[in-house]
Structures are given as C-alpha cells and as structure tokens.
C-alpha cells in the first residue's frame, strides 16, 4: 500500500553535508512518525531521527546539532539534512513510517536504503 523511496547518499568527505530525501507514495493514513534508520556493517541499526505526526523531532545523541529532520507540506517527502559529517556516520539509511491500524495493531514500511559514505 505504501513505498518509500530513498535518495541523496552519496561520498563526502569529513566535514561535508548531504540532504537525504524520502518519498512516500500510495495510501498514507494512520501515521505516527516517521524516521531515519542508519546501519553500518557489522553495527546494530540505529534510530537517527524521528518526526511526528505533529511535527516534533528527536534525535540520537551521536547527531544532536549536525542532522535536521524535516517533512514538506504534503507529508509525502521526508528529509534528512546532515552536516558535518564524521567517518562514523559511514552507513546504508533507511526511512520508515509507522502508525497503528484501525484495530490497533502496529504497523510500519521501509525503504529499500541509500550509501552514505564519509571519507576521513
């Protein structure tokens, strides 16, 4: 019913920026938030920042001050500005966005993931 679509990764060096981009398409109904996972080889996947439905963020600790997340107008594309990059945020990102159905049980999709690769 619903795709998420990723793109922006890429190869930057140390210190440098990329804009993650996430575009939903299908029915889109029932959503909590949406988020931006991140997973390195041989690393649990980490959650990096959320938005809700209502527009308030979080983020992990590690990206407090240097990623943005942000959604348009349409609730259809989800962002994820990221600057300053560090060797450490090297890792394959991956947009999701869940809710609960009508009879109350959890949901959520995810997008297949973009590159992103920091360079010392």
């Known amino acids: 019913q619903v795709q998420l679509v990723e793109s922006g990764g890429g190869l930057v060096q140390a210190g440098g920026s990329l804009r993650l981009a996430c575009v939903a398409s299908?029915?889109?109904?029932?959503?909590?938030?949406m988020d931006w996972y991140r997973q390195a080889p041989g690393k649990e996947r980490e959650l990096v920042a959320r938005i809700t439905s209502s527009g308030l963020t979080n983020y992990a600790d590690s990206v407090k001050g240097r990623f943005t997340i942000s959604r348009d107008n349409t609730k259809n594309t989800l962002y994820l500005q990221m600057n300053t990059l560090k060797p450490e945020d090297t890792a394959v990102y991956s947009c999701?966005?869940?809710?609960?159905?009508?009879?109350?049980?959890?949901?959520?999709?995810w997008g297949q993931g973009t590159q992103v690769t920091v360079s010392s």
């Open positions: 999701s966005a869940w809710g609960d159905s009508r009879d109350g049980v959890r949901f959520d999709y």
């Open positions: 299908g029915t889109f109904s029932n959503i909590n938030a």
